[in-house]
């Protein structure tokens, strides 16, 4: 049988480097083939690796340790590295994940590893029930607000995008159209279900078919006919402004 693989994400690098550490000396035949810094590089180290077992920081930038293991779902094993007290602990389903508490104690990861080791024989198991219990906590529901990623498909290609590299979204009959600083991509999500989970800060609404990002507009002015429109910065092409959505850029 191979050696099972891991991936270990942590935004703290000391952490990150200790916890490696005493995997390598409690668990030397797992081979740790990825770090993760933050959640958007751990899901494409999840696709690209397709680790065994995934060591998961709950809170990083980019995607929390939640956003990563439901993509993990199924997929890989999960240990969370949390600095939830005891009684938010006790919302962890013990036969689908386990948890490290911060500080990290080499005995709790020693029965980490051990309960990981009895499952691999097993295929993964699905985390969505206990991933809702967590999210439900107030500090998971705190860590991530927003959507901040999304799988869109590029030709053949299906490639992870967080929504800060999207200049605008459009909807194009069963599709959504992703339009970037190169290239386009497409996502099966409908615009209205996005208009839900990105942030209005950052994304506005300016006509019932697209959602562009404020900070990719250079300008607005009105044709010919009186219609309003938007330049962007890194594009060629103009996006129509629907009235009902005009008094948002008054002050250009």
Request: aromatic share 6%; glycine share 6%; no cysteine.
């Amino acid at each position: 049988m191979k050696h099972p693989t891991a991936i270990v994400a942590e935004d703290e690098a000391t952490l990150r480097a200790e916890l490696i550490e005493q995997i390598g000396k409690l668990w030397p035949e797992l081979s740790i083939v990825g770090e993760a810094a933050d959640g958007v590089q751990a899901l494409r180290l999840l696709d690209e690796l397709r680790p065994d077992v995934m060591f998961l920081d709950i809170q990083m930038p980019g995607a929390t340790g939640l956003d990563v293991a439901r993509q993990a779902s199924g997929r890989s094993r999960v240990v969370f590295v949390t600095a939830y007290d005891e009684h938010a602990v006790a919302a962890f389903d013990h036969g689908a994940v386990d948890y490290l508490l911060k500080p990290l104690q080499p005995a709790r990861l020693f029965t980490a590893i051990g309960r990981v080791k009895e499952r691999l024989g097993e295929a993964p198991s699905d985390l969505g029930a206990v991933l809702d219990r967590l999210a439900a906590l107030p500090g998971a529901a705190q860590a991530r607000q927003y959507l901040r990623w999304i799988n869109a498909s590029v030709g053949q290609t299906l490639k992870l995008i967080t929504v800060d590299e999207v200049l605008y979204f459009q909807a194009d009959n069963k599709y959504t159209r992703v339009a970037l600083r190169e290239g386009e991509a497409l996502i099966r999500k409908p615009l209205k279900e996005l208009v839900e989970e990105l942030d209005p800060q950052l994304f506005w609404q300016i006509h019932r078919s697209t959602l562009v990002n404020a900070t990719a507009i250079a300008g607005a002015s009105r044709d010919f006919r009186g219609r309003l429109q938007l330049k962007l910065k890194e594009r060629n092409e103009v996006l129509l402004v629907a009235e009902s959505y005009a008094h948002l850029f008054k002050q250009m």
